[in-house]
Every structure is written in structure tokens, then in C-alpha cells.
């Protein structure tokens, strides 16, 4: 992987903000960033699109990319459905010097690290636990999959220690600033 190709590893609980501020930071270097799509088994959101949110896959799909080899990484996430990394996703654009962000579980992202020793990795958090509890409700998630992901969030936060940077995300403009000042530190050839 190029100096100038950064894999940047973002994880942290549901409703932390990940996805937003990866979208903020790719916004500076649109050219040089992406975000690597990932596969699920879970059924899309209210205005989540295949291909552009995540690449929605049947369990039957999903197994036989597994079979073939297709994903870097993959696991069953808040207890109920697949997720995982298609390579063909992160490998091709870093060959292209194109930097890819991992938005990946906890699980994800210990197998990515160990297949690229040369990562940025961020873990997201909010202040309180009742925090995430507000933002899952608030994006119309169920009250069983407001549980569900607390759940794992209490589980995902006792690995916020095996990253090389936390944020708390309680002030969007400054933990997007904080982000892309980690992804420019770690990779100077973006600017």
C-alpha cells in the first residue's frame, strides 16, 4: 500500500456517527478518499440504496461469496445479520493511490489489521450510553434494535482500547475535524 493510499479503519457502536464523519473527512479529498461499500444480509433502511449504502445480499448470496473468497472480512453483527468487506471494494482503489475508509465491527476490524499492518485506526464513541440510545431512536430504529445494538455497543466499547485513536463524538465539527487532522498526520501526501 502507497504512502498516499490510506486504509482507514473507522469502528465504534451503531449511532456513534461513523458514517458522518467519514463522510466529512471525505469531503476535503473527495478525489483521494472513499468508502469501501460493505455486504449485509440485513434489509435496507428507509432510503438506503443497494450499491451506494451497502450491497444488500440474500443469506444464500452472501454464503457463496463467502465460499468464493469475495470478502476480507466478515461476521454475524448484533446477534442477527451478516456483514463483511468485499475486497474488490479496498484493493483496487489503493493499487489506483485512492485511500479507502472502513467503516467495519469490532470483529471486522481486528482481521483487517492483521491483513494491512499499514492502517489508520479510529474508534468512534459518544459521552454517555443513553446517547446512543437517542440517536438509534431518533433514525427510526426499532425498540428491539435499539436493545439489540445497545447491546453490542456495551460489547464494541471494551475493544476502544485496541485502536490506535479515540474520538468522542459530542461535537460534530470538531470530531470531523479531529479525523481527517489523524488521517493527514498519518498520511501528508493527501494535502
Known sequence: MADDAPLIIVSGPSGSGKSTLIKGVIARWPSRLRLAVSATTR???????????????????????????????????????????????????????????????????????ELFPDHLSVFVKLPHLW???????ERGDSAEDVVRRLKTAVGELNHAGAYQHQIVNDDLRRATDELAALVLGRFPALA
Open 131 to 137: 446517547v446512543y440510545c437517542k440517536r438509534l431512536e
Open 43 to 113: 434489509d435496507p433502511r428507509p432510503g438506503e440504496e443497494n450499491g451506494r449504502d451497502y450491497h444488500f445480499l440474500t443469506q444464500e448470496q452472501f454464503a457463496r461469496d463467502v465460499a468464493e473468497d469475495k470478502f476480507l472480512e466478515f461476521a454475524v453483527v448484533h446477534e442477527q445479520s451478516w456483514y463483511g468487506t468485499p475486497r474488490d471494494e479496498v484493493g483496487p482503489w489503493l493499487k489506483k493511490g485512492v485511500g479507502v475508509f472502513l467503516d467495519v465491527d469490532v470483529q471486522g476490524a481486528s482481521r483487517i489489521r
